[in-house]
């Protein structure tokens, strides 16, 4: 009976440490030996995937082409079979060609890199509005929609890191948003430049003092997503991590509550390494 009564307990303290650690485990964030793209989370993250597949399909064609073009010229006019080389120095068709070809591809490309460009440049009909502020080197979030919400994110450091903690991607207040809602993100620095970029939403601006530039997203669904400042902004530019929690729209509402108290002007400042917890309906 003793023995059944410890078993029980390890299984029971394994379950509740997976549980614990299974928000950091599942974060979408970079895998070894990844070659390809983060998995899409956003509706601007799969329009530059599909941008980027149709270039991937053009450079293919054209690296096909020309790769035959070589092989042909090598086969039909070497030496050993034009030991009179030819003395064309003109062919007008071919000048054509290679002239408007190229031009048609690039207008092929162009049209919807700038319909790209636009789609995510700022959202009409935003739900949310977040301001991001980089500093060196941290991130402020501003919650300027729902009262006075300020505050600060910093990395937690290699060693208070908790288990299942990720290595430069954990910190210790999240960027938490509402899935499925369009959101703002309004995006400066109070120091020098840095680079708010978190590659599954595809969002990447340039925080520049004294100017705000603006994107959005619209997370797909709920989870831990993470990023990176990608502009060298200084000694700990590694030490910049971004970390985003998407959670229900009821679940937000509930951490705007305890938000509110924890990191308004008003009520005390959040002490660092103290993340505001999210309701338990946010699991």
Not at 110 to 123: H, K, N, T
Not at 179 to 189: C, D, E, V
Not at 243 to 271: H, M
Request: net charge neutral; proline share 7%.
């Amino acid at each position: 009976m003793h023995l059944i009564g410890r078993l029980r307990a390890v299984l029971f303290v394994t379950v509740i440490g997976v549980v614990a650690i299974a928000g950091e485990a599942c974060a979408q964030v970079p895998r070894p030996w990844e070659i390809g793209m983060q998995a899409a989370h956003s509706p601007v993250q799969r329009s530059i995937e599909s941008l980027h597949d149709l270039v991937m399909i053009i450079i293919t064609a054209i690296t096909v082409f020309v790769t035959a073009l070589l092989a042909w010229v090598l086969y039909r006019y070497n030496a050993r079979r034009n030991p009179t080389p030819s003395q064309t120095a003109h062919h007008t068709v071919v000048e054509v060609l290679w002239t408007v070809l190229p031009a048609l591809i690039l207008v092929v490309i162009a049209i919807p890199s700038f319909r790209l460009l636009y789609y995510e440049d700022r959202a009409p009909h935003a739900d949310l509005t977040v301001k991001v502020t980089g500093h060196q080197w941290y991130w402020e979030y501003t919650y300027p929609d729902n009262g006075p919400i300020d505050f600060s994110s910093y990395i937690v450091p290699d060693d208070q890191l908790k288990p299942g903690q990720l290595r430069l991607l954990t910190v210790d207040n999240q960027l938490v948003l509402p899935a499925g809602k369009n959101i703002r993100l309004l995006i400066t620095s109070g120091d020098v430049i840095h680079s708010f970029f978190i590659p599954s939403f595809g969002v990447q601006r340039y925080a520049i003092p004294g100017r705000t530039a603006e994107t959005w997203v619209r997370v797909d669904e709920p989870g831990v997503y993470v990023g990176e400042c990608n502009q060298i902004c200084g000694i700990n530019h590694d030490r910049m991590p971004i970390s985003v929690r998407a959670v229900t729209p009821e679940a937000f509402t509930a951490w705007l509550v305890q938000a509110k108290t924890q990191f308004s002007d008003a009520g005390p400042a959040a002490p660092r390494g103290e993340p505001v917890r999210l309701a338990a309906t946010a699991d």
